[in-house]
Each structure stands twice: as structure tokens, then as C-alpha cells.
């Protein structure tokens, strides 16, 4: 059987061939509610774009009457029935969100960015604890003195150190594999929350907040990475978002869990340590072993496939085809044939590419626009100051004048609400886009600290005191959860969405690495330096920093919603050709060498599906000569008039009591 000169995904029907026997007719149970690839789909059928995923292109027929018949399911009517209740796979619904590939993927994945938010807020509730434990005033009651701040800040801002590092290895890392490097972060939160759980002394401390800062270095860049290249493009920015989310829900976690700890932030010579705060700050160190385990055993037993764009720079066609089918649920087909081939001309690109180094493409034209804007985007992020309030709230709630039983119970509200407001931007991200949740949330956050760091200063250096004592100190909590919200649907889940979508294939891995040490190194010096910095002054310098990234966003950031990971508009293929470093343009790899390749790893024998269940298999006989060997998942019967598919391609699906497929 001749399949070489035939379109992979052919819209055409077969010229000057016998029409097949006809069978009899069949009817079309069609859901009312369907995505946009399946209505797009649908729309194809009368061109014949609609038939059954595993018939071979040179036996396919065109659905005469078809289409009509689906545009009367759309519309409510119920199609003819000829006695069958087959389902044609190419109109059925797209798989639930929740119950799709992308998603059971990007759950796992984000329980790293659910440690990384943990780890980020941990020592907001038992920083002071911790410095009663070890006597570092010479007592236990004081926790307020010059030694014990310095290691405080030194514990507690030594995590960002380990992240510099961790983000540093990210370049290395990302061509080791995503799923890998999501791995060793998961081993490096096990070893941290140990060691912190048996720490006896500063240097125990420090090493485990180092170990657990490396993690987070690798989460921050290489999670948005392998979300990014797990989800389809309309479903990027809501599986994006979810990293944030998670990082909301393990901060307030991290504040929750210590709600009935009594640090004594009054320094008050009366109190007395019991052993459940002397022992409980060990539980909270610790405790994140426990999720971390239970993703490196999800990520090495269940989600163990890797990135496509990862698998075709490595030269695993077949496994690349395999998950971009998953990804795309082989709704849109030629959807996923553009996507694939995209990619591919991507990957045979960077192949063609001499090893580019950063300094060279800061100089050249192409590379330098989107490296500067990422690079002032991830400092950004941290120059912003939303580190500092989140490992830190409680103490900067209590110098704001907030009473100190009121403190952590603040710090819990103002959490809860991030963990509220980032849910939320899930649904915005892919709608309203990336640039102008950005401009909204950066004026949100410059809008509500500056006014009040003009009167915190007027009130503090000039004695002018429009408002009463107690209603700034509660005017400033005000603009702190104000603020803390605006960033949890701008910076916080937008800036590393929009990196992980900036760059093109050659560079990425080596661009983000120096975006997430160019991120952490900017929590580092302000988390270290505002230890040593008024509340007033903190505050203005926040605002002025939003006011400063505001603009900067208005005038230099380009919207990315919708396109493809591959073809930024702030790098697009198109303008490859101005680079000095491309030493050989896509177009040299022609369209039909792209098609004959992924025809190729389609048709490949030995493609399988670890995660299709046994009742959705597709099963090929050694006689087979269909160019279709690829088993997967919401594989269902044939179409009508798809009956001269050759005998020997034997379809097996279980379906329901009321005869629908099953689906995944």
C-alpha cells in the first residue's frame, strides 16, 4: 500500500477512484457542548476532514451527508437513527479539563511551585521561635537583639542564595530534560526539609534553607517551562497561572500551620518557651518532605514522559507525536500536524545553530530585544518587593503598629486572599492576555503603597500628622494586602508564563537560567537589605519600583497570548534571517521533508502508549501496511462509510451500558 505521496492529514477526497460500497446508513449522537477544536472540526466535515483517526488516507471516503447531519445535533435535533449508537471520535466533546492530559501532567508538576511557595513562607512563623530555641539573645524570652536579626536574615534570606544557584544550573538542566530537573528538585526539598527537622544550630539551618533554596531556583524556571510545553496554546495561560496558585497556597499554608505559635514579639521577660513551640517550628522545617516525595514518585511512576520540543531536539520523533496527541486529544488534527511541524522546524533550526553564547546575542539584533526585556521583567518580579512582605509580613505588620495578637492572623487573611485572587486569574489569563493583567496589576501595586509612604514619611521625618497613629498603622496593612493582591494576578503568575513563551528553542534553556538568577539574586539583596530598612522607606521604594516597571511594561511589552511557543512575537521566525548567529535559515528544511518525518514516526511499529487503558487500544496485525501504528487515548469506532478500512485493522473499544465510548 502506497502512502508516501499522500498528505499526512488529507482534506481531500481520493480523484477518479470507485466509491466504496456503501453501508447502510448510521446515525450521529452528537453532544451539544463542544470545544472550539471540535466545532472547528465539525465545520471541516463537508470538505472531509472528519473520519476516523486510524483509517489510512488512500481507503478513506468522504462523509456524504455528514456534515448535515452533525449541524442538526448542534442545533438540538436528533439525527435519523438507523439502529446504532456509534459515536464518531472526531465529533465528540474534547476531554473534560480535569480529566486531560495536560492537566494530570501540570498537577504534578505544580506541586514543586506548592513547595517552592511553602518553603518562600516558612520562617514568616517560627523565624523568632527559633532564635528562643537557641539562646542567640542568651536567654529564652528574648529573640530582639543585633546577633539574633543577623542570623535571623542570614536563615532566612540564605534560601535565596541557594535559589541564585539552583536557577544558575537551570541552562545545563533544561537540556538534561525538564521531567529530570523537576526530579532533582523534588530530592533537593526531601534533603532540606530533613536536615532542617534535625537542625541544631545555625549552620544545620543555613545548609537545609540552601539544599531547599536550590530547588526552588530549578522550580522557578523549569516548572513555567514544562507547563508551557505540556499545554496547548489556548490552555497555556490558565495551566501557567496554576504554578502561582500553588506558590499562594503553600506561603498561606506556611503561615497557617503556625498560627498557634507564641513567638513573644514583645519581648516580654515573663514568657516561658513550652515544648510545643520549641519543637513545633521542627515539624513545619520538615514537613515538606512529605509532598515532596509523593511527586518524585508520581513524576518517576506516572507522568514520566518529557516535553516534545525536549524529545525532538534529542531525535524522538516517535515519542514526540505520541505526547503532542495526547496534549491536543486529536481534536483538531490538523491542529496538531501545525504544531508538530512547527516544532520541528524549530529543533532542525537550533541543530543548524553554532553554540550561542549570551554575550553574543546580547550584541546581536535579534536575540537582544526579548533577553533585555525578560531579564527587566524577572528582576522586576523581586524588585517589587513581594518577597520581602511575604517572608517577612508578620514583623512588618507588627513595625507598621499593628497589635501583635492581630499580626499572624493578618498575614493568614492576606494570604488566603492571594491563594483567592490567583484562582481566579486562571480564567483571565487566556482571555484578557498577558500585557494588559501586567499593566493593571503593577498600577494596583505602585497606586496603593505610594500614598501611603507619603503620609508614613510626612508623619515620620516632618511631624505632620494627617491621620491618627492607629488608623496609618492600619491604613498600611490596607495597602500591603492591596498590593500583595495585585501582584498575585500580574507579576506574580504572568512574568514567568510570558519568559517561558519569549524565547526561541536555541536559547531558551540558557536564557532562562540567567532570568532566574538574575530574579533571585534581586530577592536576595532586598530581602537582606530591608531587614536594615524602615517600614516607610520599604514602602516607597516598592512603589517607585511598580511605577518604573509600569512604565517600562507600557512601552516595551508585547502581548504572547495565543501564539505559538516557537514563533514569539517579540522573536519571530520570520525575522531569523537579521541574525548574524543563524548560520542556516528554517527554509531549508522544506515542508515536505517535515511531513514525511512525522508520517514516519507515525507509522512507526514500536509506538506505544504507556497510558492507554485496555479497553481504548487500537490493535495493528504484523499484515498491517496503515500508516497509523500509534495507539491512543479516546480511540473510538470507525465513521460512517468508513467501511473499506482493510479487515485485518481490528478496532477494540468497550463502550457503556447506552453504547457510547468511554472516554479519558
Known amino acids: 500500500m502506497q502512502t508516501s505521496s499522500v498528505p499526512l492529514f488529507n482534506n481531500e477526497p ?59 445535533g448542534l442545533a438540538g435535533e436528533s439525527p435519523p437513527d438507523a439502529g446504532t449508537g456509534m459515536t464518531p471520535s472526531c465529533i465528540k466533546r474534547s476531554s473534560n479539563f480535569f480529566k486531560s492530559y495536560s492537566t494530570r501532567v501540570v498537577s504534578v508538576a505544580v506541586l514543586g511551585s506548592f513547595l517552592f511557595g511553602y518553603n518562600l513562607g516558612v520562617m514568616n512563623s517560627c523565624n523568632s521561635l527559633i532564635a528562643l530555641t537557641f539562646r542567640w539573645c542568651g536567654n529564652q524570652w528574648q529573640s530582639d537583639c543585633y546577633k539574633s536579626n543577623l542570623y535571623q536574615t542570614t536563615v532566612n534570606s540564605i534560601v535565596f542564595l541557594g535559589a541564585v544557584f539552583g536557577a544558575g544550573c537551570c541552562g545545563g538542566l533544561l537540556a538534561w530534560g525538564r ?44 516548572t513555567p517551562v514544562y507547563i508551557s ?40 521577660p515573663n514568657y516561658k518557651l513550652d515544648a510545643y513551640n520549641s519543637h513545633w517550628w521542627r515539624v513545619m522545617l520538615g514537613v515538606n518532605a512529605v509532598p515532596s516525595a509523593i511527586a518524585l514518585f508520581l513524576f518517576t511512576c506516572w507522568c514520566n514522559a518529557e516535553t516534545p520540543p525536549w524529545l525532538l531536539t534529542h531525535d524522538k520523533m516517535e515519542q514526540a507525536t505520541e505526547v503532542v ?63 520581602v512582605i511575604t517572608s517577612t509580613s508578620n514583623e512588618m505588620f507588627a513595625k507598621s503598629g499593628l497589635p501583635s495578637n492581630w499580626v499572624t492572623w493578618v498575614s493568614s487573611a492576606m494570604q488566603f486572599a492571594n491563594v483567592v485572587m490567583s484562582i481566579i ?45 492607629h488608623w496609618l498603622a492600619w491604613l498600611s496593612v490596607a495597602a500591603t494586602v492591596l498590593f500583595v493582591l495585585g501582584f498575585s494576578f500580574s507579576l506574580g ?56 516597571g509600569f512604565l517600562m511594561t507600557y512601552r516595551w511589552v508585547l502581548e504572547t497570548k495565543g501564539t505559538s511557543i516557537d514563533d514569539s512575537p517579540l522573536s519571530p521566525r520570520s525575522a531569523r534571517s537579521e541574525s548574524s548567529l543563524v548560520q542556516r535559515s528554517v527554509s531549508s528544511v522544506s515542508l515536505d521533508d517535515l511531513r514525511n518525518r512525522l508520517r514516519s514516526a507515525r507509522s512507526s511499529p514500536n509506538l506505544a502508549d504507556p497510558f492507554t487503558a485496555e479497553d481504548d487500544t487500537v490493535e495493528m496485525t504484523e499484515e498491517s501496511s496503515s500508516p497509523i501504528g500509534l495507539r491512543l487515548p479516546g480511540d473510538h469506532p470507525p465513521l460512517p462509510h468508513a467501511a473499506s478500512v482493510p479487515a485485518h485493522v481490528n478496532v477494540r473499544a468497550q463502550r457503556s451500558a447506552g453504547g457510547n465510548p468511554q472516554g479519558h
Open 229 to 268: 510545553e505540556m499545554s496547548n496554546p489556548s490552555g497555556r495561560g490558565t495551566y501557567g497561572a496554576m504554578h502561582q496558585v500553588m506558590i499562594s497556597i503553600g506561603i498561606f499554608l506556611s503561615i497557617a500551620i503556625g498560627l498557634n505559635l507564641s513567638p513573644n514579639l514583645e519581648n516580654d
Open 14 to 72: 481520493n480523484q477518479g477512484a470507485d466509491p466504496p460500497p456503501q453501508p447502510p446508513s448510521l446515525p450521529l449522537t452528537v453532544p451539544l457542548a463542544l470545544s472550539q477544536s471540535a466545532k472547528k472540526s465539525l465545520d471541516r466535515g463537508r470538505r472531509g476532514i472528519l473520519r476516523r483517526k486510524i483509517v489510512p488516507d488512500d481507503v478513506y471516503q468522504p462523509l456524504s451527508g455528514a456534515a448535515d447531519e452533525t449541524e442538526k
Open 493 to 548: 503568575p504572568v512574568v514567568w508564563i510570558y519568559l517561558s513563551e519569549i524565547y526561541p528553542v536555541e536559547i531558551r534553556g540558557t536564557a532562562l537560567g540567567y532570568c532566574g538568577v538574575i530574579n533571585w539574586l534581586s530577592a536576595l539583596i532586598l530581602v537582606f537589605g530591608s531587614k536594615f530598612l524602615s517600614v516607610t522607606a520599604s514602602m516607597n521604594i516598592f512603589a517607585v519600583v511598580c511605577l518604573v
Open 179 to 222: 521531567r529530570r530537573s523537576l526530579q532533582l528538585a523534588c530530592v533537593c526539598f526531601i534533603v532540606g526539609g530533613v536536615i532542617g527537622f534535625f537542625a541544631t544550630g545555625l549552620i544545620e539551618l543555613c545548609l537545609s534553607r540552601v539544599i531547599s533554596g536550590f530547588g526552588m531556583g530549578l522550580v522557578t524556571v523549569i
Open 325 to 387: 496527541m495526547r496534549i491536543y486529544d486529536a481534536q483538531d488534527l490538523e491542529q496538531v500536524e501545525s504544531e508538530m511541524i512547527d516544532m520541528m522546524r524549530a529543533a532542525e533550526e537550533a541543530k543548524g545553530l553554532a553554540e550561542i553564547n549570551m554575550s553574543s546575542a546580547l550584541y546581536d539584533g535579534f536575540y537582544r530585544y526579548p533577553l533585555l526585556v525578560g531579564f527587566s521583567m524577572a528582576a522586576l518580579q523581586q524588585l517589587s518587593g513581594i518577597n
Open 425 to 469: 486569574t486562571t480564567t483571565f489569563v487566556d482571555t484578557l492576555g498577558r500585557r494588559p493583567l501586567l499593566l493593571l496589576g503593577l498600577g494596583i501595586e505602585w497606586g496603593s503603597m505610594l500614598p501611603v509612604g507619603i503620609l508614613r514619611l510626612l508623619a515620620e521625618q516632618y511631624n505632620i500628622h494627617l491621620l491618627p497613629y
